[in-house]
């Protein structure tokens, strides 16, 4: 009995260290290939909120703009970084333009996203490099979506990869990486089993580390 219960120990903290490493190496190797745009509104009253997705629509077209020429995330993040004055020179110009009461602060680096599903793709929590926005208090609901390569928005709150976009991720990420987060409902239950793996594991490691900070 002793033995089994040894053994059985054995097991939980080899698949628990799978888990992690498993959950890390997906999540790196999205993060590689994406950047992702965060914007917090002021509060939750409607005219923050439908300014936040005007803002939204406006450092879209503008990081869309910017970022045009590049191939590869590597050279839309440097391109990104290296207009950070005019990116929030151009959200501050335009909450002038619609009277907002408030300033918005604009930062990029790494930051904790939420499993978020969009029409054909899903991505798992975890750290992503990002471009944040943060309005006034920042004390609103908040606005995820992807930068580069680009999510088209086809409302306020559906989005779907267009097919330039798309191509990209196939080519950049690897062909198990790429099938889990555009899987759906008719996929195989060893591809959602992953999926599960890597949200459930990238969960608990936040957690871990919000109790250490």
């Known amino acids: 009995m002793k033995k089994i219960i040894i053994c059985l120990s054995c097991l939980l903290v080899l698949t628990t260290a799978f888990g992690f490493s498993y959950a890390q190496d997906m999540n790196k190797n ?3 290939n994406l950047i ?40 839309a993040e440097q391109l990104i970084k290296n207009s950070m004055s005019d990116i929030s020179l151009d959200a501050n110009a335009f909450l002038k333009e619609q009277n907002a009461p408030y300033s918005a602060k604009v930062e990029y680096g790494k930051f904790e996203f939420p499993t978020k599903y969009y029409q054909n793709v899903v991505l798992p929590s975890g750290k992503y490099d990002g471009l944040k926005i943060n309005l006034g208090k920042n004390a609103g609901h908040n606005w995820w979506c992807v930068m580069y390569p680009p999510l088209c928005f086809t409302d306020q709150v ?3 990869m267009p097919s330039q976009s798309n191509d990209y991720l196939k080519s950049h990420l690897g062909e198990e990486e790429y099938s889990i987060i555009s899987a759906d409902e008719e996929d195989s239950v060893p591809l959602h089993f992953k999926f599960k793996i890597v949200e459930v594991f990238e969960e608990i490691r936040q957690k871990v580390q919000d109790k250490h900070n």
């Open 30 to 32: 999205l993060s590689d």
């Open 158 to 160: 559906t989005a779907f």
């Open 36 to 75: 992702r745009l965060h914007i917090v509104a002021n509060s939750d009253s409607a005219y923050d909120q439908n300014l936040k997705l005007k803002l939204k629509d406006h450092v879209n077209a503008l990081i869309s703009e910017k970022t045009k020429s590049a191939h590869n995330k590597q050279e």
